[in-house]
């Protein structure tokens, strides 16, 4: 398709490889492609002004690394362990039990992890543009995207690469090129959107001595000006902090300029409605104060690309095992909605009996499309199967799988359905992802950094 408008474009020299969004996926695949490429042949385009997209902006701990249960096994691997081990190796890592079961979360603090995003990509040879969006995409009349056109505060840029990652979060390059998806709210209620907050001088000890999370959960159900009866506050890595997952935007098309807006604002409405609740209801807040919150509201479920394979409920509640997997998981379908009553509800299913199911690669390939791949939440899946698989230990872990991938298909000069599976595969296991059920039984009470993972 032709450009649908002409403003004065710069023209940057083509890459190998183009990655739109630098996510948690996005850093992972353009580290992944960059270390066997070679400096200055990746590109990762990001809207902010740091990496780490949602892990950054939003959250402070990855999930999906071990599955849950009383049986954990670590189900994630290779350059999401590099990731975690940098941290660490300087103390900003503590293990700790998710509040409603969905297994064991790697917290950590967002504003190092920011620092190690930018020391991994710069190691790589990277290269990097921040403030950077995207606007506009080209295809050819197959399909192949040819380059796209970049707004950035110098004027506008077209970049051009052989190969793709789109790893957007709302698919908006799928979207721009036109390739078939479907979007959340079209067929079922979208998952809500959560503001975080961050609080700091809050007495831990006298709050676990109260009662902890028990009675804080308790006092939320009997708190009448809370926009949710339900909400998770955990103690950060910075002593006297604690972060939150609480605040609930329903009803929002994310992908809607003006819906966001309003959701943006309503979320933070509610995260200061939710500190007057700590300050007067429970015990160990009293002097405690809100001093960070999301650098934007956090969105669960947009746009989710059609690809060569579908993830499905049943794949996720089958432990389902396919030939071309490239990761594992074993979280919960973990379903945040409105209910038909208009109150809230969160709907849970886990795999039986702590399995895990393979995530092929072709959930990873947008349909018929012969130099693109898709990472992070708008890879190819159904809602129910979107809503266990987007958990970041499993998004960095697509990223590394496309990474590796595009850089076999530059070095072969073939399309990603093209790329022999066990070589890739082997790539993975040479990395160190995990590709098979542990047999042992993890240890979630530290982190143990990896000398394999020190080279």
Known sequence: MSLRWAPDVTELPKVDLAVIGAGSAGCCAAYAAA???????????????FLGGTSTAVLDTFYGFYTPGKEPKKVVGGIPDRVVDRMAREGEIMLRPNSYGAGTGVTYNPER?????DEMTQ????????????VDAETDPDGRLRSVVLATKSGFYRVRAAYWIDASGDADLCHLAGYPYE?????????????????????LGRFESEGGKTMMLERMKDASEL???????????????????????ADVDATDVFALTEAEREGRRQAY?????FRGRVPGYENARIVGLAVGIGVRETRRVHGEHRLTR?????????????LLCGAPIEDHRKNHAGGEETAWAYVPGGATYDVPYRTLIPKGQPNTWVVGRCFSATHDAHAS?????????MGQAAGIASAICVQKEIAPQQVPIDRLQEALRQEGAVLEMPEMIADTRVWKVSQEMNR
């Open 389 to 397: 698989c987007r958990s970041m230990g499993q998004t960095m872990s």
């Open 227 to 249: 926009p949710r009866s339900k909400g998770s506050a955990h103690p950060m890595t910075i002593e006297g902090c604690i972060a939150t997952v609480a605040v609930r935007v």
């Open 35 to 49: 270390r066997l490429l070679g400096p200055g042949r990746v590109m990762l385009i990001e809207r902010y002004g």
């Open 314 to 326: 049943h794949d996720c509640l089958s432990a389902a095992n396919y030939e071309d997997r490239v």
């Open 113 to 117: 992890l920011k620092r190690v995003w």
């Open 273 to 277: 409605v939710y500190e007057q609740f």
């Open 183 to 203: 979007k959340a709210g079209d067929l079922e209620p979208a998952q809500t959107l959560t503001t975080t907050f961050r609080m700091a001088n809050v007495d």
């Open 123 to 134: 190691e790589a040879g990277v290269q990097v543009l921040h403030h950077t969006l995207l």
